[in-house]
């Protein structure tokens, strides 16, 4: 669906399936955000031509966190020359704790060693400027990408709508995501893009989201 002017997101709402939302952002560059399950990339790929693009189309690819459902299809976008970034501490993890659950998902790790490492602070991708926040508590490495111009904040498996992410995944750590979410309250969102699950819309009602998640689910991790 098209979300507002130079963004477009692929929503995953199959109750059977576990694969995440995937988000195009459209500039000089195009960026995705989160490509999924390889075996389910026909997902993206039907959204990508619904608005007359391909695979090869994509210049870069940005994955919030390392697991499966969020980095497989990477090797997809690859194929066509996209450059890959993730955050230097997920890869970290990946290569030596992490090795162990990607073996068990059927993937050989090396096979998805970044092109570039994503740190805290600014990210500019042709005209399109980001800001990274690293948010460790669904694993070691996540980020939330904000993007200031439009107030939108693509929150990975940290934040739901009405839910956060699970910290019982070998990397979590509940203490953690609780930090996490609390820095990310303090940005002026107007639109919460998550990882699952719909879309958040207007700074209202984000924000009493970050209350709700706060007094009711942080109890429990």
Same mark, same amino acid.
């Given at each position: 669906?098209?979300?507002?002017?130079? /963004? +477009?997101?692929?929503?995953?709402?199959?109750?059977?399936?576990?694969?995440?939302?995937?988000?195009?952002?459209?500039?000089? %560059?195009?960026v995705l955000i989160d490509p999924g399950h390889r075996a389910l990339f026909g997902h993206v790929e039907k959204g990508l031509h619904d608005v007359g693009l391909g695979v090869g189309d994509i210049d870069v690819v940005i994955c919030t966190h390392g697991h499966?459902?969020?980095?497989?299809?990477?090797?997809? /976008? %690859?194929?066509?020359?996209?450059?890959?970034?993730?955050? $230097?501490?997920?890869? $970290?993890?990946?290569?030596?704790?992490? %090795?162990?659950?990607?073996?068990a998902m059927g993937m050989d790790i090396d096979d998805f060693e970044p092109d570039f490492f994503i740190g805290e602070g600014d990210l500019c991708i042709g005209n399109l400027e980001f800001?990274? +926040?690293?948010?460790?508590? +669904?694993?070691?490495?996540?980020i939330c990408l904000y993007w200031p111009d439009k107030g939108a904040l693509f929150s990975g498996d940290v934040l739901f709508?009405?839910?956060?992410? $699970?910290?019982?995944?070998?990397g979590g750590d509940g203490a953690a995501l609780k930090t996490s979410i609390k820095n990310l309250a303090g940005l002026q969102t107007t639109w919460l893009l998550p990882g699952h699950?719909?879309?958040?819309?207007?700074?209202?009602?984000?924000? $009493?989201n970050f209350e709700q998640v706060e007094n009711f689910y942080f109890a429990y991790i």
């Open positions: 669906m098209n979300v507002f002017e130079g /963004l +477009h997101g692929f929503f995953w709402q199959s109750q059977t399936a576990n694969n995440c939302n995937s988000y195009l952002v459209e500039g000089h %560059r195009r499966p459902d969020h980095l497989e299809a990477i090797e997809l /976008l %690859r194929e066509t020359g996209a450059k890959f970034g993730l955050h $230097r501490e997920e890869w $970290r993890w990946l290569s030596n704790a992490g %090795r162990q659950m990607a073996a800001s990274v +926040h690293h948010t460790p508590g +669904h694993s070691p490495g996540s709508d009405q839910g956060l992410g $699970r910290t019982d995944l070998p699950g719909g879309l958040i819309e207007g700074a209202a009602e984000v924000d $009493r």
